[in-house]
T-cell receptor, first 113, second 111 residues
């Protein structure tokens, strides 16, 4: 498809488990963003990549959160030792260099029990 | 902490009326402003972007920007029940890559 693809759509994790969330951006999009959206809130910025370079990771809430985009395309957000407060929808967005409009994926809903 | 503030609503308008959604932001140097629509359980989708003071119209939607007052608004003319959604105001941070979203305003358009 032509859109941003995220997987899995839903993830249930036991507290303390590690999880990995995948984002496949629109082909050719240089910029990739990760957001965390809690229920009833707007998306909250986590991190930004330009190609493979992580230029801003100021929004990552703790050192348990780690993101990578090794080949400048697919990105993975990893959360180690998940906690209940990590339960949220994790959104990925990508944009091209020609326009700063972000296109969002459907998100991964993470529930930590 | 740079902020984007929106009235959470819900804002309820009858079908055919004008819906007015407002947003204020704290980063005085911001240059790029966006309105996204988010249906329940879905991801945000861009409605409008605006970069200059004044009005920008696209179909039934008009975005208004006043940088001096640090204020952005979205007007939806001839509101339809299908416009019922949460509208997110987003502001690109000065000199960086981070986009700050407001918490959103829930809009209900009554048939």
């Amino acid at each position: 498809g032509a859109g941003v693809s995220q997987s899995p759509r839903y993830k249930v994790a036991k507290r303390g488990q590690d999880v990995a969330l995948r984002c496949d951006p629109i082909s050719g999009h240089v910029s990739l963003f990760w957001y965390q959206q809690a229920l009833g809130q707007g998306p909250e910025f986590l991190t930004y990549f330009q190609n493979e370079a992580q230029l801003d990771k100021s929004g990552l809430p703790s050192d348990r959160f780690f993101a990578e985009r090794p080949e400048g395309s697919v990105s993975t957000l990893k959360i180690q030792r998940t906690q209940q407060e990590d339960s949220a929808v994790y959104l990925c967005a990508s944009s091209s260099t020609r326009e700063n409009i972000q296109y969002f994926g459907a998100g991964t809903r993470l529930s930590v029990l | 902490q740079k902020e984007v503030e929106q009235n959470s609503g819900p804002l309820s308008v009858p079908e055919g009326a004008i819906a007015s959604l407002n947003c204020t932001y704290s980063d005085r140097g911001s240059q790029s402003f966006f309105w996204y629509r988010q249906y329940s359980g879905k991801s945000p989708e861009l409605i409008m972007s605006i970069y200059s003071n004044g009005d920008k119209e696209d179909g039934r939607f008009t975005a208004q920007l006043n940088k001096a007052s640090q204020y952005v608004s979205l007007l939806i003319r001839d509101s339809q029940p299908s416009d019922s959604a949460t509208y997110l105001c987003a502001v690109e941070e000065t000199g960086g890559f981070k986009t700050i979203f407001g918490a959103g305003t829930r809009l209900f358009v009554k048939a």
